[in-house]
């Protein structure tokens, strides 16, 4: 699996409050990592404006949109040089927003996009879903999203959710990356549904195992397992995990997105859906990488539960 390493970052900017504060964020990080940041705004196309027989009017309103997005764009990059000291550049896109940003990432080789996201629920939380949604749902590298304005710069309490499904463990080197440079205290969080022993053990092992790879691979004193780590039983992992950051006072909750089938393709899996459209603080989701998972062509499973993925 690819080592995770933060040298460039991709923020989406629509200008709305979450992600201005998003791009704080972005920022902040970008200048703990030595990262270069690219902002990004993504003009939608706005049908409206093309009256039949009226293409100039159109033609005139797109460059007025894109130069006041520019300037506007220029303008946040040289706020945030100046106080973070980081080599920035700005990206202007038209069409659609969610499909643009995944593009670009891909583009600019982007190891993690950071935005802001305003949540979502019923109807469009089940079938469409937010920009953020789909950016998260579509995205090849880690994605952060910002709902709220959070407590402290940066993640000091780093929620680790842990069950036993095939790539939950995936995530544990993204979280001591993010550990040691943010000098923060990681908090495992164990998750099972069932009440049998033999899962219940399993379990166990595994969370005992990603506890002492933590602590060989911590390279900052100051980053240790939270105190609080425990083991929480019920069918809504989502809910069980922001209940347990609330309690703890997290500012970051890191998950695999996970799979689930439907009628209409591949979609995050409902326990990351819930958490990207309902937590009030950060959230970085991982796609899985399903070739880490295989021991020539056996999957890992077969294999000592923890022994060849962390070697």
Same mark, same amino acid.
């Given at each position: 699996? =690819?080592?995770?390493?933060? =040298?460039?970052?991709?923020?989406?900017?629509?200008?709305?409050?979450?992600?201005?504060?998003?791009?704080?964020?972005?920022?902040?990080?970008?200048?703990?990592?030595?990262?270069?940041?690219?902002?990004?705004?993504?003009?939608?196309?706005?049908?409206?404006?093309?009256?039949?027989?009226?293409?100039? /009017?159109?033609?005139?309103? %797109?460059?007025?949109?894109?130069?006041?997005?520019?300037?506007?764009?220029?303008?946040?990059?040289?706020?945030?040089r100046h106080k973070?000291?980081?080599?920035?550049?700005? =990206?202007?896109?038209?069409?659609?927003?969610?499909?643009?940003?995944?593009?670009?990432?891909?583009?600019?080789?982007?190891?993690?996009?950071?935005m802001g996201t305003?949540?979502?629920?019923?109807?469009?939380?089940?079938?469409?879903?937010?920009? +953020?949604?789909?950016?998260?749902?579509?995205?090849?590298?880690?994605?952060?999203?910002?709902?709220?304005?959070?407590?402290?710069?940066?993640?000091? *309490?780093? $929620?680790?959710?842990?069950?036993?499904?095939?790539?939950?463990?995936?995530?544990?080197?993204?979280?001591?990356?993010?550990?040691n440079h943010y000098?923060?205290?990681?908090?495992?969080?164990?998750?099972?549904?069932? +009440?049998?022993?033999?899962?219940?053990? =399993?379990?166990?092992?595994?969370?005992? *195992?990603?506890?002492?790879?933590? #602590?060989?691979?911590? /390279?900052?004193?100051?980053?240790?397992?939270?105190?609080?780590?425990?083991?929480?039983?019920?069918?809504?992992?989502?809910?069980?995990?922001?209940? !347990?950051?609330?309690?703890?006072? +997290?500012? /970051?909750? $890191?998950? %695999?997105?996970?799979?689930?089938?439907? $009628?209409?393709?591949?979609?995050?899996?409902?326990?990351?859906?819930?958490? $990207?459209?309902?937590?009030?603080?950060?959230? %970085?989701?991982?796609?899985? #990488?399903?070739? +880490?998972?295989?021991?020539?062509?056996?999957?890992?499973?077969?294999?000592?539960?923890?022994?060849? !993925?962390?070697?």
């Amino acid at each position: 699996m =690819k080592k995770f390493n933060i =040298k460039k970052i991709l923020i989406p900017l629509d200008f709305s409050e979450t992600s201005l504060l998003a791009m704080e964020d972005g920022a902040y990080m970008a200048s703990l990592f030595k990262a270069d940041i690219t902002l990004l705004n993504v003009i939608r196309l706005n049908w409206s404006a093309y009256r039949m027989g009226d293409l100039p /009017l159109a033609d005139d309103f %797109m460059i007025y949109q894109e130069e006041n997005a520019l300037q506007r764009l220029n303008q946040l990059a040289d706020e945030m040089r100046h106080k973070f000291d980081i080599q920035i550049e700005t =990206k202007l896109e038209t069409g659609f927003v969610s499909p643009a940003i995944v593009e670009v990432a891909e583009k600019c080789n982007a190891d993690l996009i950071i935005m802001g996201t305003h949540g979502v629920s019923g109807f469009m939380e089940r079938f469409i879903g937010s920009n +953020a949604y789909r950016v998260v749902n579509d995205s090849t590298c880690p994605v952060i999203t910002i709902q709220a304005r959070t407590k402290r710069k940066g993640f000091k *309490e780093i $929620v680790l959710p842990i069950d036993n499904s095939l790539y939950s463990r995936q995530k544990v080197d993204h979280v001591i990356e993010l550990a040691n440079h943010y000098d923060s205290r990681i908090h495992i969080l164990g998750l099972t549904h069932a +009440a049998d022993e033999n899962e219940i053990n =399993k379990l166990k092992i595994r969370l005992k *195992e990603i506890e002492e790879y933590i #602590d060989k691979n911590a /390279l900052i004193p100051n980053t240790q397992i939270g105190s609080n780590k425990q083991i929480r039983q019920g069918v809504n992992y989502a809910k069980n995990t922001m209940a !347990y950051a609330d309690e703890i006072g +997290a500012d /970051l909750i $890191v998950i %695999m997105t996970e799979w689930e089938e439907n $009628v209409t393709g591949l979609f995050i899996g409902p326990f990351a859906r819930q958490i $990207v459209n309902h937590s009030k603080i950060p959230v %970085m989701s991982i796609r899985p #990488d399903v070739e +880490a998972e295989l021991v020539g062509d056996r999957p890992l499973w077969m294999e000592s539960p923890l022994k060849y !993925y962390f070697e």
